[in-house]
């Protein structure tokens, strides 16, 4: 499924659509290497240095460690939230409390 384009870089996991250049399409490979560096990152195997790294290795595309942290900060909370994995997640704080 092709996603329109916005402004700046194609992000990490997406092709430039070479019909549309308005577009991007997901790549599964590097989506799939994306997810299992970012599982790694959240359960303390690797830190977010050693997952850019890795990510460059597998894929050939450089993310930086910062840019990972990012997306894993965006998108489960920041190490020290209450809503990061492997944390009392928010709903459950609510329910104790409410």
Aim: glycine share 10%.
């Amino acid at each position: 499924m092709r996603k329109r384009r916005g402004a700046g870089s194609v992000p990490f996991g997406y092709d430039l659509d070479t019909d549309d250049s308005d577009y991007i399409i997901p790549n599964q490979e590097h989506l799939q290497v994306f997810k299992s560096v970012v599982d790694s990152v959240l359960m303390g195997s690797i830190n977010s240095r050693e997952g850019a790294e890795w990510l460059h290795y597998k894929t050939g595309r450089s993310l930086s460690s910062r840019g990972l942290q990012k997306h894993i900060d965006m998108t489960y909370g920041k190490k020290d939230s209450s809503e990061r994995l492997g944390h009392n997640s928010r709903i459950l704080l609510e329910r104790r409390e409410g």
